[in-house]
């Protein structure tokens, strides 16, 4: 039910984010903003496989655990794209009930990658080592203590 609930919301605010943007005309500062995250996301799509994708925050046995590309980065590049994206296009316009929105899926996605990883540290054992190495939803800059 809580898995349930995390993935309802992540799409909810995110088409809510989106399909309130004032698209006309179109806003060309903020798509190019947008234009990294976007493709942070399609990136780890085609990294970890069209058909291995998952919504749900657990594991099956087609899960396997993907460090090259984008997964070298951040641990979870289509999140970060996600949230890049819905952030560039904050101002247009911004609100207070968008500004929330945009928190709310920033704690929805912190608690979805939580449970994500739980499931991959129990599957695999080198998650944990992987987890120590790279950025969870933003990268992780060598020299600086994520503790």
Same mark, same amino acid.
């Given at each position: 039910?809580?898995?349930?609930?995390?993935?309802?919301?992540?799409?909810?605010?995110?088409?809510?984010?989106?399909?309130?943007?004032?698209?006309?005309?179109?806003?060309? /500062?903020?798509?190019?903003?947008?234009?990294?995250?976007?493709?942070?996301?399609?990136?780890?799509?085609?990294?970890?496989?069209?058909?291995?994708?998952?919504?749900?925050?657990?594991?099956?046995?087609?899960?396997?655990?993907?460090?090259?590309?984008?997964?070298?980065?951040?641990?979870?590049?289509?999140?970060?794209?996600?949230?890049?994206?819905?952030?560039?296009?904050?101002?247009?316009?911004?609100?207070?009930?968008? /500004?929330?929105?945009?928190?709310?899926?920033?704690?929805?996605?912190?608690?979805?990658?939580?449970?994500?990883?739980?499931?991959?540290?129990?599957?695999?054992?080198?998650?944990?080592?992987?987890?120590?190495?790279?950025?969870?939803?933003?990268?992780?800059?060598?020299?600086?203590?994520?503790?």
């Amino acid at each position: 039910m809580y898995h349930t609930f995390l993935i309802t919301a992540q799409f909810g605010l995110s088409a809510w984010l989106i399909l309130s943007a004032d698209w006309m005309p179109l806003p060309f /500062l903020a798509m190019t903003l947008a234009a990294p995250g976007i493709g942070l996301a399609i990136w780890a799509w085609f990294t970890m496989g069209w058909r291995r994708l998952r919504i749900h925050p657990t594991t099956s046995s087609r899960t396997r655990l993907t460090t090259r590309g984008p997964y070298a980065i951040v641990r979870h590049p289509m999140y970060t794209g996600l949230l890049w994206l819905t952030a560039a296009l904050m101002p247009i316009p911004l609100t207070w009930w968008r /500004l929330a929105a945009w928190v709310i899926l920033l704690a929805v996605l912190v608690a979805k990658t939580r449970e994500e990883e739980i499931a991959m540290i129990k599957r695999f054992p080198e998650y944990a080592t992987y987890r120590e190495q790279v950025g969870g939803l933003f990268p992780k800059f060598p020299g600086k203590s994520t503790r």
